[in-house]
């Protein structure tokens, strides 16, 4: 059965490594790669490749002037064509520079293939220059879409955080300020160094054996042709002589988990951290946010930190609970919808369970999971000054006896942020 995984990352040179390393040490595997570039053509230009050049190439029309929309409909077909032939036992897909694993993981599942990872490929030397980049795509030729709004900063930021594993680039200008930054950043990542060398000849001979060797489980088993099944390659004793890169490729992927693991009311949040001139300050607190004093002083927030997210919870607008995500020094603010603690009883059960775990992992007896969580990662980090100002913006104590009915009555600074 075909497996497949996902490459990305706006780091070119080093997603580009990242798919020759998995070309070179899995036999029968292919490279597809849509180049979204050239769509001011009004064609998306698709490749296959193996590891010895150029299998075939073909061109997707535009949809809707849309060069992303024209990748989601050419890449299903291509794949479902790759598990026809079964000639081929992994199909690495290789994003273009500015697309998000997120939006190609949801496709590949829906389709019922057999999505096996999702790897973002990363020079950890421009994990900081990326983040506080906050020039927009379309301006550096990079947007997936004419409507595309993302900067180079926030497109980094999701690609980052979204995968489980990232492929390191070896890199001479990365030092231990930069390493500590990208562990901060997504500490629950598998990090994976794509390794040096020629890769010429590599994925043959002994290579092969692997897969090979290794046998189907039995009549039930999803694997073919010796693939190690998703649900159990975590566990599979690694063979002799398997690069790291190609057993993350076959490691797994739940899609369903990924997403609940970046929606803001349940997100995996980095911890408290400082190490090599790097903080990681998570800042908790019971009480809501005045929105005039917030709104003041949202560009020394945004400054504060390469990077923060997180959610956080209003005064004027107690029942919603906001998303907090900045990068590069501009702020996302968006509507995640309600705090559990508004919703009647009878709406838990339309509720996912993960949602309703870490409500309950979260629960106040008065606010129930109405709270600001907020996380502020970055090298040289004023963790002193940044506190002294998220608190100046909470409620005063006469604001907050004066209860809820009062609150509502607060000048609403944030409608002209979530109309957008």
């Known amino acids: 059965m075909l497996s497949v995984a996902i490459v990305g990352g706006l780091h070119a040179d080093a997603r580009r490594a990242a798919v020759d390393r998995l070309l070179a040490e899995v036999p029968g595997s292919v490279a597809l790669h849509h180049d979204l570039a050239t769509a001011v053509?009004?064609?998306?230009?698709?490749?296959?490749?193996?590891?010895?050049?150029?299998?075939?190439?073909?061109?997707?029309?535009?949809?809707n002037d849309c060069a992303c929309c024209a990748l989601r409909e050419d890449l299903v077909p291509e794949?479902?064509?790759l598990a026809a032939d079964g000639l081929t036992r992994l199909a690495v897909v290789e994003l273009w520079d500015s697309v998000e694993p997120k939006a190609m993981a949801e496709v590949v599942a829906s389709a019922d293939l057999r999505l096996t990872g999702v790897i973002t490929a990363v020079d950890p030397a421009l994990v900081l220059p990326y983040l506080g980049n906050g020039d927009d795509l379309a301006d550096v030729g990079l947007a997936a879409a004419a409507t595309d709004q993302?900067?180079?900063?926030?497109?980094?930021?999701?690609?980052?955080?979204y995968a489980p594993v990232l492929a390191l680039a070896t890199s001479e200008d990365a030092d231990d300020e930069d390493r500590a930054l990208l562990a901060q950043l997504h500490p629950t990542a598998r990090q994976v160094p794509i390794g040096d060398g020629d890769l010429?000849?590599?994925?043959?001979?002994?290579?092969?054996?692997?897969?090979?060797?290794?046998?189907?489980e039995g009549p039930g088993s999803s694997d073919q042709a010796g693939l190690v099944s998703a649900d159990s390659a975590d566990s599979a004793d690694p063979e002799?002589?398997?690069?790291?890169?190609?057993e993350a490729a076959f490691g797994g992927f739940d899609v369903e988990a990924a997403a609940a693991a970046q929606h803001p009311a349940c997100a995996l949040l980095p911890a408290e951290a400082d190490e090599c001139g790097v903080s990681t300050l998570v800042w908790h607190r019971r009480r809501p946010f005045h929105p005039e004093r917030l709104y003041a002083a949202l560009e020394d927030l945004c400054c504060a930190a390469a990077r923060s997210r997180g959610?956080?919870?209003?005064?004027?607008?107690?029942?919603t609970l906001l998303h907090w995500d900045a990068a590069g020094g501009a702020?996302?603010?968006?509507?995640?919808?309600?705090w559990l603690a508004s919703l009647p009883?009878?709406?838990w059960e339309l509720v996912p369970p993960v949602r309703r775990a870490a409500a309950a992992l979260d629960w106040h007896p008065e606010h129930g999971d109405c709270c600001q969580h907020l996380v502020f990662t970055s090298p040289g980090l004023d963790r002193d000054g940044l506190e002294l100002l998220l608190e100046s913006c909470l409620l005063t104590d006469a604001e907050y006896a004066a209860g809820r009915t009062a609150w509502k009555q607060l000048p609403p600074a944030f409608d002209s942020l979530l109309e957008v």
């Open 345 to 347: 009883d009878a709406a």
């Open 331 to 338: 702020l996302c603010v968006e509507n995640a919808g309600p």
């Open 79 to 81: 794949l479902e064509r």
């Open 240 to 246: 002799p002589g398997r690069h790291p890169l190609a």
């Open 150 to 161: 993302r900067t180079i900063a926030d497109t980094f930021a999701r690609q980052l955080e």
């Open 200 to 216: 010429s000849g590599r994925g043959s001979g002994d290579r092969e054996s692997w897969f090979e060797r290794r046998p189907a």
């Open 41 to 63: 053509q009004g064609t998306v230009v698709r490749t296959v490749r193996d590891r010895t050049g150029i299998v075939s190439a073909g061109e997707a029309p535009l949809v």
């Open 311 to 319: 959610r956080f919870w209003l005064a004027d607008r107690p029942d």
